[in-house]
């Protein structure tokens, strides 16, 4: 964790990064300032989880200094140190929701004490920070809700995603099969970890399918995957677990998340029907395959068992209405089908064979669009958004509560009111949040972003910031000033 330290008096400043330094915290980083301009001067480029401050200090106190943080979004948790005779100023530090205070002279004890306590709240809400931004990210790969409409900064993919090599893997669970237990799922994640990779799973019951986010140093080998599932693993000859898996091809973390995922599900839609084991890994080259036994018998199955292209096309159909997105959306999961079934058949088909196969299969024809939406749909969706707002509202907790599909509630939107769901939702939230600002100017922000539905404080900077181009103190001091 980062901590920076502002102080004028260099003894003091000195003393307490020394022992902090000695104590062996979680605070690994450590800046020091010596008062309030050097201490947003070093913002600009060290952004801390938490400042611990001075009240008293030349130019710019420790309330000025940490008011002026808050409008720039630069940090929002503080420790004061302050004296005895200094209580009013403490009072007024909690109009900042500063975490705790620490008397001069500074005790040792008391010091760590209090970073023990706000290390642990730190923890918690670097926690919820990642399920919510891996929420955001399961709206992006699912539903194809675009970046730009999320509130997410180029440093998420370091957080999440730090290694070069990242991959998608997908898990469709079909004819009855119930969907794998959340313990089931971190099970994986277990075993992805001790392999040194970083791993996050995702769930969508209305796909019935989990999703897990892979990121490592290293390529995982097919074994590696294997090993990871476990008995979800099968072959032929075995008991199948009821499960078809797909996984992207390791690519790094400049690929889109959603793109891994386009080929994931080429991969698991070959796998189902043509592999002979529940697993298939997408490659783009055909070369990389001639080895691979399981898929040449999978070739032989397809001859001797004359699988129906027509039945594979009916079945295929209805992946339309699981897989969000655009024409370009479709396209990109025909192509790499296609290219799944070539490699793969490749290893036991002649080449003849291989490109009829490729010709009849799933011509991909947009399916009919839905009939027009009713207007009562989208009323049903704003009049649940209006009354439910200040809830952690995700497009699935929506489509559960309306009875409808997340797909075709995105759809709803993007067709009959020219955004996404999560953008009318952003914007509806911070509607709200200013009328808040407007008519209650003495609320702390941090109560406004929780009561328009962001838990994280964070979260709603970001967003605030993104869709107002402007910080919720910067916009509350330019109406106060009206």
């Given at each position: ?65 940490i008011k ?8 929002n ?46 923890r ?20 194809n ?6 509130p ?10 730090p ?28 075993v ?7 791993a ?23 074994n ?63 070369e ?39 024409d ?25 064979q ?35 707002y ?59 972003a ?26 509350r ?6």
């Amino acid at each position: 964790m980062k901590l920076m330290v502002v102080d004028d008096e260099p003894i003091i400043l000195n003393g307490i990064i020394r022992m902090i330094q000695k104590a062996n915290t979680s605070f690994t980083e450590i800046v020091g300032a010596v008062d309030g301009i050097d201490a947003l001067q070093k913002l600009a480029c060290f952004q801390p989880d938490l400042i611990l401050t001075d009240i008293h200090m030349p130019e710019m106190d420790g309330l000025a200094l940490i008011k002026e943080i808050q409008s720039q979004n630069l940090c929002n948790r503080f420790i004061i140190i302050t004296g005895y005779g200094d209580f009013a100023y403490a009072r007024q530090a909690l109009r900042y929701h500063v975490m705790d205070y620490l008397l001069k002279p500074i005790n040792k004890d008391e010091l760590l004490s209090v970073l023990g306590r706000v290390e642990q709240t730190i923890r918690v809400e670097q926690q919820q920070t990642k399920e919510h931004d891996l929420l955001l990210l399961k709206e992006h790969i699912l539903y194809n809700t675009p970046f730009e409409d999320m509130p997410l900064k180029p440093e998420l993919q370091i957080t999440l995603f730090p290694e070069p090599y990242t991959m998608v893997l997908v898990i469709q669970a079909y004819d009855g099969t119930p969907l794998l237990t959340n313990e089931r799922l971190e099970d994986i994640c277990s075993v992805l970890r001790q392999l040194s990779m970083q791993a996050y799973s995702l769930q969508s019951r209305f796909l019935r399918q989990a999703v897990l986010l892979i990121n490592g140093k290293q390529r995982l080998t097919d074994n590696e995957l294997q090993q990871a599932c476990g008995d979800l693993f099968y072959t032929m000859g075995t008991k199948s677990a009821g499960y078809h898996i797909g996984v992207s091809g390791n690519q790094n973390e400049k690929e889109s998340l959603r793109e891994l995922y386009i080929e994931a599900m080429a991969a698991m839609l070959c796998n189902r029907y043509f592999s002979v084991s529940n697993m298939t890994v997408f490659r783009q080259e055909s070369e990389d395959l001639v080895n691979d036994e399981g898929f040449a018998q999978s070739g032989n199955r397809t001859l001797e068992n004359q699988i129906s292209i027509e039945q594979i096309e009916k079945e295929m159909q209805s992946i339309h209405q699981l897989f969000s997105g655009d024409d370009d959306c479709h396209n990109k999961l025909r192509e790499r089908f296609l290219v799944c079934v070539g490699a793969h058949c490749s290893a036991a088909l002649e080449d003849t064979q291989v490109s009829a196969i490729s010709g009849k299969l799933i011509p991909f024809e947009r399916r009919q669009e839905h009939k027009q939406p009713h207007i009562q749909a989208i009323d049903k969706i704003v009049t649940f958004v209006e009354q439910n707002y200040k809830l952690d509202l995700s497009l699935d907790a929506v489509a559960d509560h309306v009875q409808m599909h997340p797909n075709y509630i995105s759809m709803l939107f993007r067709k009959e009111m020219g955004l996404t769901f999560l953008h009318y939702l952003h914007t509806f939230r911070l509607a709200k949040a200013k009328q808040f600002m407007q008519d209650h100017p003495e609320w702390p922000i941090n109560t406004i972003a929780e009561l328009v539905g962001y838990e994280n404080p964070r979260h709603f900077f970001k967003v605030f910031k993104k869709f107002e181009n402007t910080t919720p103190g910067q916009y509350r001091h330019g109406n106060s000033s009206l």
